[in-house]
C-alpha cells in the first residue's frame, strides 16, 4: 500500500503505506504529543505485538519519510464481543490477541495524527484507507469505540446521550465524535467504561459503525480456507532391538500409514525414537553410542520427510541427536506433507543429556504455520520450563507437541503435569507421546515408562477433566483426537477464565532475549 500524494517539489510529500517495526520511534512521538493524559505512547513491544498480529490492517501517512499518522485496526468475530465491551476486551489491551483472520468485522483500534498536521485532513484519508482494506477483505463493517473528550465540558449539565445528541445537530462540537459522523460512522449506542483512564470522556464512549455496502456473506475461499478442526495421531512407541535403519523406517511407516487411514493431519512420535539403533554394535562410552545415533540421523529424517508426503499427514518426527559444529544437539523435525522441513531444537538437556552425552542446547524458540493451525514444539524437559510455551502462546500456538522419553513413573509425571498446566496457562491443546518398552543392550535407555495423552484447557467446552484422551499405560498403541480450534477462540473472549487476556501486561512479561524465530 503506497499512495505518493505530493510533488518531489512541496513542502509536504506525503505517502500512504503500511507501519514498519522501524516506524515505533515516529509513532511514540505522536502517541506520546497526543495521549499525554492517557500515558502517552505504548511500548514497543506491544506495537511488534501488533504487526505481527495483523501486518495489513496497521498503516500510516509519512511526510518525507516521518510518520504524521496512523491508522491501527484488527479484525474480530464481532458476536464474541457483542456492542457492550471494553477497549482492553475487543483489542487485548491493545496488543490484538483477539485477531481472527476468519472474522467479520473490522475494528478500529487507533487513529493517531500529528498535531502538527491538523487541519490537512491525514484522519480522512486513513479511514478512507480503511473503508478500502474492509471492503478487499470482504468484511461486513467498520466498528469503533470513539472518545468524546469534549463531554468533559457538559457533563454537570447533561447526559452523554444528550450530548451526543446535540454533537449530531451540530450544535457542539467534539473533535472525535464530528470528524466521524461526517465520515459517513452512525452511532450505535453508548458504552460505559469503555476506557476507563478516559477522564476527558468520563469513561464513555460511543460505538460507531460503517457498513460496507460490498460485503457478500456467501464469499469463502475453497482452498487455503483456515481450518476449525485438527486431527492428530499420538505414537506410542515400542522400544524393540532392531537390526538396521530400514527396519526401524518399516516400523515408522507402518503407524504412518495407520494414521494416515484415519486421516489425520499430524502424527507424533516420542524423543529420541531412534535409540534402538545405538544397539547395532558395541560402543566403548555414551558419548560414543549416542554419536554413532546422530550419524543416522540425516538418512531417518529423509525417509520420514518422504513418507509425510507419500501418505499425506504432517509428522513430527519425535527427536533424533544432531552433530553441529562438533556438539551434539537434540533436535525434533517437522516434515510437513507439502515436503517442507522445519527443526525446533531442545533448548534444555538433561542433567543426565549433558553430563552422559555432553549435549547442548539450542538458542532458538518458534512457532510453525502449518495447514491445519500454529503449532508448537518442546522436547520433553522443555515442557517443564512454563516461559518456553508462554512465549510460544504469545505467537498464536494453538496446539503444543511434546515428545518425551522417560524411564520412571515420577519422571513420566513431572512431563505430563506440566504438559497439563502448559494447555490451562495458555489455552491451547497440548500432546504428550512417550515409548514404552525395554532395551537392555542400550547403556541409559533399558526401560521406559509412558501414558501418552492429549490434554486441554480447563473450563466447560472441554472434558471436565481436561483431558481429550490417554493410551493405556506401558502399552504400545496409537490415540487419535480431534480438536476444536474453534473452541480455544471462544475461551480466550468467553471462558469462566481468561488467562491469556486478563494477564497484567503492565506489571510484568515474558521475553525472548534474542530475534523471535518465526515458523
Known amino acids: 500500500m503506497v499512495d505518493n500524494t505530493t510533488g518531489e517539489d512541496s513542502e509536504h510529500k506525503l505517502s500512504l503505506r503500511h507501519l514498519t517495526l522501524d516506524d515505533y520511534p515516529d509513532l511514540k512521538s505522536i502517541m506520546d504529543k497526543v495521549y499525554p493524559h492517557l500515558g502517552g505512547a505504548w511500548p514497543e513491544e506491544k506495537f511488534r505485538a501488533q504487526l505481527e498480529a495483523f501486518a495489513d490492517g496497521q498503516i500510516c501517512i509519512e511526510d518525507h519519510g516521518v510518520v504524521v499518522a496512523v491508522a491501527l485496526s484488527v479484525i474480530v468475530d464481532y458476536d464474541k464481543f457483542g456492542d457492550q465491551h471494553t477497549y482492553d476486551e475487543i483489542t487485548g489491551d491493545a496488543y490484538l490477541t483477539t485477531h481472527d483472520p476468519k472474522g467479520d468485522v473490522l475494528y478500529g483500534v487507533d487513529v493517531c495524527v500529528s498535531p502538527d498536521y491538523h487541519g490537512m485532513r491525514l484522519g480522512r484519508r486513513l479511514y478512507e484507507a480503511r473503508k478500502e482494506l474492509c471492503q478487499n477483505l470482504n468484511l461486513k463493517s467498520i466498528v469503533a469505540g470513539g472518545r468524546i473528550p469534549n463531554y468533559e465540558k457538559y457533563a454537570a449539565d447533561m447526559s452523554p446521550q444528550a450530548y451526543i445528541e446535540r454533537v449530531k445537530r451540530k450544535e457542539i462540537y467534539d ?282 484447557p480447563s473450563d466447560f467446552a472441554f472434558p471436565h477433566d481436561a483431558i481429550m484422551a490417554e493410551t493405556t499405560p506401558n502399552t504400545e498403541m496409537t490415540l487419535i483426537v480431534d480438536l476444536d480450534l474453534e473452541k480455544l477462540n471462544k475461551l480466550r473472549n468467553e471462558g469462566s477464565v481468561r488467562n491469556f487476556l486478563d494477564r497484567r501486561r503492565d506489571l510484568y512479561r515474558v521475553s525472548w532475549l534474542d530475534e523471535w524465530q518465526k515458523g
Open 175 to 456: 473533535p472525535i465524535l464530528s470528524f466521524q459522523l461526517s465520515n459517513d460512522f452512525d452511532v450505535k449506542r453508548v458504552l460505559k467504561n469503555y476506557l476507563p483512564e478516559d477522564r476527558e470522556s468520563h469513561g464513555y464512549a460511543t460505538l460507531l459503525e460503517w457498513n460496507n455496502l460490498y460485503y457478500d456473506p456467501g464469499k469463502a475461499p475453497l482452498i487455503g480456507a483456515t481450518r476449525s478442526t485438527a486431527r492428530v495421531g499420538c505414537v506410542q512407541w515400542q522400544m524393540r532391538p532392531l537390526r538396521s535403519v530400514e527396519e526401524l523406517i518399516q516400523q515408522v511407516e507402518f503407524f504412518v500409514d495407520a494414521l494416515s487411514d484415519y486421516q489425520c493431519d499430524l502424527a507424533l512420535f516420542p524423543e529420541f525414537f531412534n535409540a534402538p539403533l545405538m544397539g547395532l554394535e558395541q560402543h566403548r562410552t555414551s558419548v560414543d553410542a549416542i554419536k554413532a545415533l546422530a550419524s543416522f540421523s540425516d538418512e531417518i529424517i529423509d525417509a520420514i520427510s518422504k513418507l509425510a508426503v507419500t501418505y499425506n499427514i504432517n509428522i513430527i518426527a519425535g527427536s533424533v541427536p544432531v552433530m553441529e559444529n562438533d556438539e551434539l544437539l537434540n533436535v525434533a523435525y517437522l516434515c510437513r506433507r507439502d515436503g517442507t522441513l522445519d527443526a525446533q531444537y531442545k533448548i534444555h538437556p538433561t542433567p543426565y543429556e549433558a553430563r552422559a552425552w555432553t549435549m547442548r542446547g539450542g538458542d532458538k524458540l518458534r512457532v510453525f504455520d502449518t495447514d491445519f493451525g500454529k503449532i508448537g514444539i518442546l522436547i520433553c524437559y522443555d515442557v517443564e520450563f512454563p516461559e518456553l510455551a508462554r512465549l510460544q502462546s504469545e505467537h498464536d500456538m494453538q496446539m503444543l507437541f511434546v515428545p518425551f522419553w522417560t524411564d520412571t513413573k515420577n519422571a513420566y509425571l513431572r512431563v505430563r503435569c506440566c504438559a497439563q498446566a502448559r494447555a490451562i496457562e495458555n489455552e491451547c491443546y497440548v500432546a504428550i507421546s512417550g515409548s514404552v518398552g525395554n532395551l537392555p543392550k542400550v547403556d541409559g535407555a533399558d526401560i521406559q515408562y509412558a501414558q501418552s495423552a492429549v490434554f486441554s
